[in-house]
C-alpha cells in the first residue's frame, strides 16, 4: 500500500477482555515501531522491530502486552486482560534502517476500555 | 535519559501572523537526530523535518522555518503567515544514535489554532 494501514481505526472492549491491533508497514520498510499516545500527550515508544525480531522492547508497559511480526512485515500488537489504563491510540511507523531516517506513521487505532 | 520539552502547550494566531514553537531537548548522546511532526485532526503524523547534531545550518521550507542551536539545545520551529490549514498539534522528537533503531522520544506537542 502507499502508507502504513492499521487496523481496526477503532476499538472498544471490556476490561478484562484480549484484544490484537494489527499494522501494515510500508513495502520495503524493515523498521517498524509501535507508540502509544494518550490524550493531550505525545507518542510514547512502545517496540522497534528489525525485520522479525523485536531489538527493543524497553517500552511495553507490563507483560500483559505483546507484538510479534513473524515474516517481518505485518505486525501485531497483543493486550491479553486490558485495563481502562489502556485506553489510548496506537500508532504504529514504519522506516527503512539507518540512522535518522523519517519514520511513516499510520492513522492509528483508537482503543477504548470500557 | 533523553527528554524533550515542548513547554507551549497551545498557542492560538490570527491567519497570516507568524508562530514559533519552542522545543527544548536533553541528550547524552553527541550524534542525533531531532524531528518535527505535524499531527493534524486526522491523528496521522506527518513528517516535516530531521536534522542532525552536526548540522546545524537553519532551514527553510516554504512558510516553515527551523533554528537549530546546539549551544541552547534548542530546535526552534516557525511557520510564517499562518493559514488556518496550519491548524494542528506539532510535535518535536529526538533520536539517539546509540539507540536500537531509531525509537523517537516526543515532546508533549504544541496545539496551534489558526483564527481566520
Known amino acids: 500500500g502507499a502508507g502504513v494501514s492499521q487496523t481496526p481505526s477503532n476499538k472498544v472492549t471490556e476490561k478484562g477482555k484480549y484484544v490484537e491491533l494489527r499494522c501494515d508497514p510500508i513495502?520495503?520498510?524493515?523498521?517498524l515501531y509501535w507508540y502509544r499516545q494518550s490524550l493531550g500527550q505525545g507518542p510514547e515508544f512502545l517496540i522497534y522491530?528489525?525485520?522479525?525480531?523485536?531489538?527493543?522492547d524497553s517500552g511495553l508497559p507490563n507483560d500483559r502486552f505483546f507484538a510479534v511480526r513473524p515474516e517481518g512485515s505485518v505486525s501485531t500488537l497483543k493486550i491479553q486482560r486490558t485495563e481502562r489504563g489502556d485506553s489510548a491510540v496506537y500508532l504504529c511507523?514504519?522506516?527503512?534502517?539507518?540512522?535518522?531516517?523519517?519514520?511513516?506513521f499510520g492513522q492509528g487505532t483508537r482503543l477504548t476500555v470500557v | 535519559a533523553q527528554k524533550v520539552t515542548q513547554a507551549q502547550t497551545e498557542i492560538s494566531v490570527v491567519e497570516k501572523e507568524d508562530v514559533t514553537l519552542d522545543c527544548v531537548y536533553e541528550t547524552r548522546d553527541t550524534t542525533y537526530y531531532l524531528f518535527w511532526y505535524k499531527q493534524p485532526p486526522s491523528g496521522e503524523l506527518v513528517f516535516l523535518i530531521r536534522?542532525?547534531?552536526?548540522?546545524?545550518q537553519n532551514e527553510i521550507s516554504g512558510r516553515y522555518s527551523w533554528n537549530f542551536q546546539k549551544s541552547t539545545s534548542s530546535f526552534n520551529f516557525t511557520i510564517t503567515a499562518s493559514q488556518v490549514v496550519d491548524s494542528a498539534v506539532y510535535f518535536c522528537?529526538?533520536?539517539?544514535?546509540?539507540?536500537?533503531?531509531?525509537?523517537?522520544?516526543f515532546g508533549g506537542g504544541t496545539r496551534v489554532l489558526v483564527k481566520p
Open positions: 522528537a529526538l533520536s539517539e544514535a546509540r539507540a536500537a533503531g531509531n525509537k523517537l522520544t
Open positions: 513495502s520495503g520498510h524493515t523498521a
Open positions: 522491530f528489525q525485520g522479525t525480531g523485536a531489538a527493543d
Open positions: 536534522r542532525n547534531s552536526f548540522d546545524e
Open positions: 511507523a514504519s522506516s527503512l534502517e539507518g540512522r535518522g531516517t523519517e519514520a511513516f
